[in-house]
């Protein structure tokens, strides 16, 4: 074959293994780039549907304001700030006598106050004269009541606030019901530590307002004092026991009861005639059946 033949088949034969070679190269990385797109492609996310909208507090219509405004009533805030005292700041609304009791986080606080429809003023306020260092001052809460003209209660998860306002309707102080009051009253030891209390002589009477607890185990007088954590719901604690010193085949259930009285940190309604009194973890270490004073 001439030699020139030769070399043109050649020349053929290599355009052809270059031709192949390049489309070997070539087509794996257009597919390895499709598929590197594919995968990291961008893809549109809305939370549209999972979006999770924070409950509010509602706005309680005003019908009854004696019943409603009643009671007492813990500083949270004030103009916009929450409030640190020495002393839990609140204010007890006596609709009978129209008159206001309290403290300002370091005095006692008493004075006059008047109240229509959606109005509230306070006036005539007196203190007494006790010195404190606190963040929040007390002379700045007593000016700030004494600008206090309208006033309107929230509700958030049954727990009720007072927002009290100036005449312009902006906020200068919110409150919050404490909700204690329903341990009011006398009551007798049904179950302490989940174990039933069938032949129990003890007996407590709670008074919320005094900040007090009174008590007869069937053998010593005994007395305590209650504070509250106006920073939890129904938080309270009972401390400070005293009791006459009798020793008797009951002290250890005494000593017993005392003892679950001073773990216990809150409080729950079970019925109208029980309550439960709650340990820092959620357990129940108390349960009081209301009684009646025999008189």
């Not at 958030?156 to 007072?162: G, K, R, S, T, V």
Request: hydrophobic residues 40%.
């Amino acid at each position: 074959m001439h030699p020139l033949s030769n070399m043109s088949n050649y020349l053929i034969k290599l355009s052809i293994i270059v031709l192949l070679a390049a489309s070997n190269i070539v087509a794996p990385q257009d597919t390895f780039a499709r598929k590197k797109e594919n995968k990291y492609e961008k893809k549109q996310v809305t939370l549209a549907d999972t979006t999770i909208v924070a409950p509010t507090e509602k706005e309680v219509a005003v019908v009854d304001a004696p019943r409603q405004l009643y009671g007492e009533w813990t500083l949270m805030t004030m103009r916009k700030k929450e409030v640190s005292t020495t002393q839990r700041p609140y204010i007890y609304l006596d609709f009978a006598n129209h008159k206001v009791y309290g403290c300002n986080g370091c005095n006692d606080l008493n004075g006059k106050f008047s109240q229509s429809g959606t109005n509230i003023s306070f006036s005539e306020m007196i203190t007494t004269e006790n010195e404190c260092h606190q963040t929040t001052s007390e002379r700045s809460i007593m000016k700030t009541l004494g600008e206090v003209q309208r006033f309107k209660i929230t509700s958030l998860f049954n727990i009720e606030y007072l927002h009290l306002m100036n005449n312009k309707g902006n906020v200068l102080m919110v409150l919050k019901r404490q909700n204690l009051d329903a341990l009011n009253g006398a009551w007798k030891v049904k179950e302490l530590d989940g174990e039933h209390i069938s032949d129990s002589d003890m007996r407590f009477v709670i008074d919320i307002d005094m900040r007090a607890i009174h008590g007869n185990s069937g053998m010593n007088i005994i007395n305590g004092i209650i504070t509250i954590d106006p920073n939890k719901d129904f938080a309270i604690q009972f401390e400070d026991f005293h009791t006459g010193g009798n020793i008797a085949d009951g002290i250890g259930m005494e000593t017993n009861v005392l003892l679950a009285f001073e773990q216990a940190e809150s409080c729950k309604r079970i019925n109208d005639n029980e309550m439960a009194l709650l340990d820092k973890q959620g357990k129940i270490v108390l349960v009081l059946s209301r009684i009646e004073i025999e008189r």
